[in-house]
């Protein structure tokens, strides 16, 4: 697939335009963002690899309303079906973005959204769900005011918007890997929005794999929202925003050099430190099943075995995602099918890889 640059997806645009539509994708970080104050500003600095096969499509129909009033006015389906509790969560998010957006209420909007992967996978959509209504919202201010002229200013709006409705979601926007959080080492660096990492990405993380073993499918015991606002009180806090700090400076190196072991590393250590985080917390979560321990000893056997280069790292759940270097697919992917997947629900493996990030559809 060629891929347009995002300058020319937004040139494409037209003013007769009345509908829009965008795919973007999921992405799992390196170094986790745990733990926010204000509205959505992270306490410590993140970077993550933007996925490509987790992605959500979203569609927004807009339409001059025919009685001015001062609502928020939004048809909300899932795939394809009229979701009234989503519906509701959008209105709410539309209703607090007045000053980035004159727009929102002249307008009745008919979104329809879906997801690749499972609804019932256990899998997190917010991240890709909110960049891609972001994208929708700032490509019909695009259609509607002729702003932004470029791409720099339409993904750094993106990504703000995205922002606001999902932390996470403000590094979706960019190819392969964006980071988002003020850091003293990393220019233009800001906590209101992600920026891409650009083109310094060695070649051995170019195709880098994400296999997403879904060890449970069930709803999180905790939301991300409740999870974030623990850390508040968590005796441990301080330090772990001095590590998340150090930890930046060390992927990034990493990611540059190609120093995967050092990168795998970190990984880990980021995934366990965000699971310690929970357990410690008042009140004190498990996230992980047993299923997700069985397949951290295997995986960690393997390595001991092999020297091969496969590590894992978790979001706020039970999921496991195994990455690896595409040049060692061949040699890793047996053992994932044999030893791992009789630990995920029916089996269930997303087989996913770092990505070009989000484009219109
Ligand atoms: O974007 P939120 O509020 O769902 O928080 C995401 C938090 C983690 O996925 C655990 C870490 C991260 O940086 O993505």
Request: glycine share 6%; charged share 25%; proline share 4%.
């Amino acid at each position: 697939m060629t891929l347009v640059s995002i300058d020319d997806q937004l040139a494409s645009l037209s003013s007769s335009q009345s509908s829009v539509a965008w795919r973007s994708p999921s992405n799992i970080a390196i170094v986790k963002y745990w733990g926010k104050h204000g509205i959505q500003l992270p306490r410590n600095p993140s970077i993550s690899f933007t996925l490509d096969a987790a992605h959500t499509d979203t569609k927004v129909t807009f339409k001059k309303k025919e009685q001015v009033d001062n609502d928020i006015s939004v048809d909300f389906y899932f795939e394809g079906e009229a979701n009234e509790a989503f519906a509701s969560k959008i209105i709410k998010f539309l209703d607090g973005l007045d000053e980035e957006f004159s727009f929102l209420r002249d307008y009745d909007f008919k979104i329809e959204s879906s997801n690749s992967f499972p609804h019932s996978s256990g899998i997190a959509s917010s991240a890709s769900a909110m960049s891609a209504l972001a994208l929708c919202i700032c490509s019909i201010e695009k259609i509607l005011t002729g702003w932004p002229n470029d791409s720099t200013d339409f993904l750094q709006k993106a990504s703000y918007i995205a922002r606001l409705g999902s932390g996470s979601a403000a590094r979706s926007l960019f190819p392969e890997v964006a980071s988002w959080g003020t850091h003293s080492e990393i220019e233009n660096s800001s906590d209101i929005r992600a920026i891409a990492f650009g083109d310094e990405l060695h070649e051995s993380f170019k195709g880098y794999h994400d296999d997403i073993l879904i060890v449970s499918a069930a709803e999180k015991s905790v939301s991300s929202r409740a999870g974030h606002a623990l850390m508040e009180g968590n005796p441990f806090a301080a330090v772990r925003y001095e590590q998340a700090n150090r930890n930046m400076v060390s992927t990034i190196e990493a990611l540059k050099t190609g120093d995967i072991l050092k990168f795998g590393k970190i990984l880990e250590e980021e995934a366990m430190t965000l699971h310690a985080l929970m357990m410690c917390s008042d009140p004190s979560y498990i996230l992980m099943k047993a299923g997700t321990l069985a397949v951290i000893d295997k995986v960690r056997a393997f390595r001991k075995e092999t020297y091969l280069p496969l590590y894992f790292t978790l979001d706020a759940g039970p999921n496991v995602h195994l990455l690896y270097p595409d040049e060692v697919a061949d040699q890793i992917w047996p053992f994932i099918e044999k030893e791992l997947k009789p630990f995920c629900v029916d089996g269930k493996i997303i087989r996913d890889r770092i990505g070009s990030g989000p484009r219109m559809i």
